[in-house]
């Protein structure tokens, strides 16, 4: 499945290659990071209007780049392979300040995630989710943090008395909740409507996350000054009353905006959990 996925993302490339082949010569690629948090299908058809707008904003071909998890996603902003990163954004926040990454634009929409439940499951309360398994995302994923904080206010501990199963993304964890094979779900709550619009489900939300910044646009600092301008112009131009109506339509973020201070400096505690999973991780 890995190698399929690597070639339809090949594939996809070579696509942009052909359309982009009368480009001039001197003219490089700009290359967007997409969050790997949904299937591949799903996050192509999602940034097509961001590529579209980019292409005809900048004059310039735009290509759209993944990877097959959160932690390789982070490596290659770390070896600068991304000209534009899209980032949850605690990720935002570490990559401006392990890798000097700048700040583009942000989606409006608070992040929020919830913990869901199936109606006929028998968990009415939170705490009724002791010796449960829960899926979720990736441990990588603020989203899934936020909804480990969660549970640990009402007492549960992963690893403890409740056992977290990491799927991948929010859309498998969330067919796992309601295909029977874990008790509830922390999944980010824009993707968990559009589950519920697409699928005949009977889910509930059982609690709610506090809510934190939501996704992000990042710079590479290795993007010339006067093409950095020109981005963040162009992005902070992509506004749902405007450039960026249809894209907004179809996906419940809210509208484009500056980063704030602010918003960074509330990152940074999950910035910190993130460094110290990957640490993890790499050991």
């Known amino acids: ?33 997409m969050l790997p948090s949904l299937s591949l299908q799903r996050l192509f058809e999602r940034f097509k209007p961001i590529q579209a707008y980019l292409e005809k904003t900048l004059q310039r071909p735009v290509i ?7 932690a390789t996603y982070i490596k290659r902003a770390g070896q600068y392979e991304y000209d534009l990163y899209f980032a949850a954004p605690h990720m935002a926040a570490l990559v401006e300040k392990d890798y000097g990454y ?16 199936r109606d006929d499951g028998g968990i009415k309360r939170v705490e009724d989710l002791k010796e449960r398994t829960i899926s979720a ?26 056992r977290i199963d990491y799927t991948g993304t929010h859309n498998n964890a969330l067919l796992a909740l309601t295909t029977g094979k874990v008790d509830a779900a922390i999944a980010v709550a824009p993707i968990y409507e559009v589950f519920r619009r697409d699928h005949d ?21 290795k993007l010339p000054e006067q093409e950095y301008e020109k981005l963040r112009a162009a992005m902070l131009a992509f506004r749902a009353d405007g450039a960026g109506k249809e894209f907004f339509l179809r996906n419940p973020y809210g509208d484009s905006a500056p980063i704030s201070n602010a918003d960074m400096q509330e990152m940074q505690p999950y910035a910190a959990i993130l460094r110290q999973r990957i640490s993890t991780k790499k050991e």
């Open 201 to 221: 489900t009977k889910l509930t939300v059982l609690a709610t996350t506090p809510t934190a910044s939501h996704l992000m646009f990042m710079a590479s600092p």
């Open 1 to 33: 499945m890995k190698n399929l996925k690597l070639a339809i993302i090949g594939f996809l490339f070579c696509i942009s290659g052909i359309l982009h082949a009368d480009a001039p010569p001197d003219t490089k690629p700009l290359r967007v990071g």
């Open 64 to 70: 759209l780049l993944t990877a097959t998890d959160y």
């Open 137 to 162: 995302p990736q441990e990588l994923a603020i989203i899934t943090m936020m909804g480990e904080s969660l549970l640990e206010q009402h007492h549960l501990f992963p690893g403890r008395n409740v």
């Open 102 to 117: 700048r700040r583009v634009s942000k989606m409006t929409r608070d992040l929020v995630g919830d913990i869901i439940v």
